[in-house]
Structure formats: structure tokens, C-alpha cells
């Protein structure tokens, strides 16, 4: 079975940066697309960010300008550098891979921003 890893979460100050990271178990080319959900509290998960095979991205309004995605072909990564953060920016943030119609999460990992 797919296993995602994600690391990188933790306590920061409005307009600070944190970076995520998360390792699959197999080779990042291997999916078809590689993402990173989030979900707040009381709230439904959504998208924050994801990039295709190819290379294409997208991101949600509330995070681009601040966030980007990226892939680490050498540590077989796909990272998430978060800057700018602001309390609202407060969840759980899920790594999510798609693979021949399936979709695999990670456990997640907890982003707090606050003063």
C-alpha cells in the first residue's frame, strides 16, 4: 500500500513561513497528481495546492501569492513553502497522491499560526 509521510508543521507567528514535506513510499513521477489538503476546525477539507506529472500547478485564491509547491526529484519530495501565514492559515494539513483513479492521504500534520 501507498504510505505519505508529511513533516514540517508546527507553531508560528502571523506573517512568519513554515515549509511541509512529504515522502511517499513509491517514486513522486509514479502519481499523477501530488497535493496538499488542509482542514480547520468545524470545516470541510479543501485543496491548498497541487502539481501535476508534468509539472502543472494550481493553488486555492485564499493561499496564492503566498504558498508554492514544489518537487525535490533527489530527496523524493513534494514541499510546500508557506509563507506570509496568517491565523486563518490555522489547520491540518494532508498530503494527497492520485494513482490510476486511486487517492492515498497522509496522516497529516498540524499548521497553528498565531501571535
Known amino acids: 500500500q501507498v504510505q505519505l509521510v508529511e513533516s514540517g508543521g508546527g507553531l508560528v507567528q502571523p506573517g512568519g513561513s513554515l515549509r511541509l514535506s512529504c515522502v511517499p513510499s513509491g517514486n513522486i513521477f509514479s502519481f499523477n497528481v501530488m497535493g496538499w489538503y488542509r482542514q480547520a476546525p468545524g470545516k470541510q477539507r479543501e485543496l491548498v495546492a497541487e502539481?501535476?506529472?508534468?509539472?502543472?500547478?494550481t493553488y486555492a485564491d485564499s493561499v496564492k501569492g503566498r504558498f508554492t509547491i514544489s518537487r525535490d526529484i533527489v530527496k523524493n519530495t513534494v514541499n510546500l513553502q508557506m509563507n506570509s501565514l496568517k491565523p486563518d492559515d490555522t489547520a491540518v494539513y494532508y498530503c494527497?497522491?492520485?494513482?490510476?483513479?486511486?487517492?492515498?492521504w497522509g496522516q497529516g500534520t498540524q499548521v497553528t499560526v498565531s501571535s
Open positions: 502539481i501535476t506529472k508534468g509539472g502543472s500547478t
Open positions: 494527497n497522491a492520485l494513482r490510476s483513479g486511486a487517492g492515498y
